[in-house]
């Protein structure tokens, strides 16, 4: 079996702060994935890349950058935090590229984002 | 845009009683169903994943697909207080460029079992 790290676990940031968030898998998996899980909202696509260097945005990637720095690894920044935001920013991956239908996503632990 | 709606919002069930979730979607071209459970604090973990009409079981989870009927459905068999948690309705369909199909989640539901 494989882990998804997340780090940090819990992030505090000031508004305006620029903050990155980072996730490393060692299931060798071809495409990772970065959503934000709201109260209220479910989770939300903000990016998703299927091979290193690749970068496809989701749904809320406005506010976002993204970088797949290699396979195993998936970083996302927060380019101005938003005062009072609250949110955990969940990474996942899946095995394969373009015929993924049927490949599972698993879950890091999440990373929570509190901006005072 | 695809829409996954989950009821009831919250449940609470006895230890050993079924516990039925429901999950409806708005695209019924969509042939990629899965339920997670996410424990207080932790990641998502998928419980079935079921493609096409009928039933899927895994282990005490069983998923019954419609998709006439735009509906999912999780039954949880003799659940235990270890299963409360909030369950997860994602919902996907390949898209034409044969790149990964997006998950589209409902809002969950909290599933509260008590002894």
């Known amino acids: 079996g494989g882990i998804i790290t997340q780090t940090p676990k819990f992030l505090i940031g000031q508004e305006g702060q620029k903050l990155t968030l980072k996730c490393q898998q060692n299931f060798n998996h071809d495409t990772m994935y970065w959503y934000r899980q709201d109260s209220g909202k479910g989770l939300r696509l903000i990016y998703y890349s299927i091979t290193e260097n690749d970068l496809q945005k989701g749904d809320l990637s406005e506010g976002y950058d993204a970088s797949r720095e290699k396979k195993s690894s998936f970083s996302l920044t927060v380019t101005s935090a938003q005062k009072n935001e609250m949110a955990v920013f969940l990474c996942?991956?899946?095995?394969?590229?373009?015929?993924?239908?049927?490949?599972?996503?698993?879950f890091g632990p999440g990373t929570r984002l509190t901006v005072l | 845009q695809q829409k996954v709606q989950q009821s009831p919002e919250s449940l609470t069930v006895s230890e050993g009683a079924m516990a039925s979730l429901n999950c409806t979607f708005s695209?019924?071209?969509?042939?990629?169903f899965r339920w997670y459970r996410q424990h207080s604090a932790k990641g998502l973990e998928v419980l079935v994943s079921i493609f096409s009409d009928g039933e899927k079981e895994e282990g005490r989870f069983t998923a019954h697909l419609n998709r006439a009927n735009l509906h999912v459905s999780l039954h949880i068999r003799e659940p235990q207080p270890s299963d409360s948690a909030v369950y997860l309705c994602?919902?996907?369909?390949?898209?034409?460029?044969?790149?990964?199909?997006?998950?589209?989640f409902g809002l969950g539901t909290t599933l509260q079992v008590q002894p």
């Open positions: 996942a991956s899946s095995i394969g590229t373009g015929g993924a239908l049927y490949a599972e996503q698993f």
């Open positions: 994602a919902v996907s369909m390949r898209q034409s460029t044969g790149n990964t199909g997006k998950l589209i």
């Open positions: 695209d019924g071209t969509s042939n990629n």
